[in-house]
């Protein structure tokens, strides 16, 4: 059974920094893109940033220097490091894994990231 257990979400001032982390397990972790979304209300779900099983990052031009997405394969788990936090930052952000296009995806429970002063 494959689980995704995001955790690290939290309201955050402007300007601040947050970290998010998912664990993952059911999975040969290593093998995986991995990722985030996020989904604001009233809006689509969207990508924030994925690594792929060799490290290469992608990242969304909204998010591009301020956040940086890493992967610790002993651990299972990816996270996020997000800085210089903007309140259209707010949303539920939820951990991705996929072993490859066309393949099953995987979701986690969502954690909130509200950015609000």
């Known amino acids: 059974q494959v689980q995704l257990v995001g955790s690290g979400g939290s309201l955050v001032q402007p300007g601040g920094s947050l970290r998010l982390s998912c664990a993952a397990s059911?999975?040969?972790?290593?093998?995986?893109?991995m990722g985030w979304y996020r989904q604001a209300p009233g809006k689509q779900r969207e990508l924030v940033a994925t690594?792929?099983?060799?490290?290469?990052?992608d990242y969304a031009d909204s998010v591009k220097d301020r956040f940086t997405i890493s992967r610790d394969n002993a651990k299972n788990t990816v996270n996020l490091q997000m800085s210089s936090l903007k309140p259209e930052d707010t949303a539920v952000f939820y951990c991705?894994?996929?072993?490859?296009?066309?393949?099953?995806?995987?979701w986690g429970q969502g954690t909130q990231v509200t950015v609000s002063s």
């Open positions: 991705y894994a996929r072993l490859r296009p066309g393949f099953p995806e995987y």
């Open positions: 059911g999975i040969i972790f290593r093998r995986y893109i």
């Open positions: 690594i792929s099983s060799g490290g290469n990052t």
